[in-house]
Nanobody
Framework: VQLQASGGGLVQAGGSLRLSCTAS????????MGWFRQAPGKEREFVAA????????YYADSVKGRFDISRENAKNTVYLQMNSLKPEDTAVYYC???????????????????WGQGTQVTVSS
């Protein structure tokens, strides 16, 4: 499974961006897909995840109410709509996919089987 992330860029605080992650296989081939981010000098942290069947979503507290994860199974794509962006959201964002159900571990990067290449998001103050 290959994942292609896109949509990053430079935006002012308060602005919005939408990230996309397209999988080389049907999203139904994976049970969960997620977004993580990593800022310089920091560990990779969970942002959001979605169960590809049924669409149940999970969010980190730091982005709840501002970010929205969704999927378009016909396009094998998962989106991360990011609103009200803050400078502390600046990071490289990675999408990830898990072939099995990881409901109890969606926030753990080690639970995912496949990773995209990352896309830079920079929020200026």
């Amino acid at each position: 499974v290959q994942l292609q992330a896109s949509g990053g860029g430079l935006v002012q605080a308060g602005g919005s961006l939408r990230l996309s992650c397209t999988a080389s296989v049907s999203t139904y081939s994976t049970r969960h897909m997620g977004w993580f981010r990593q800022a310089p000098g920091k560990e990779r942290e969970f942002v959001a995840a979605i169960r590809t069947s049924g669409g149940y979503t999970y969010y980190a507290d730091s982005v709840k109410g501002r970010f929205d994860i969704s999927r378009e199974n016909a396009k094998n794509t998962v989106y991360l709509q990011m609103n009200s962006l803050k400078p502390e959201d600046t990071a490289v964002y990675y999408c990830a996919a898990a072939q099995r159900s990881i409901q109890s571990a969606v926030r753990d990067p080690k639970a995912y089987d496949y990773w995209g290449q990352g896309t830079q998001v920079t929020v200026s103050s």
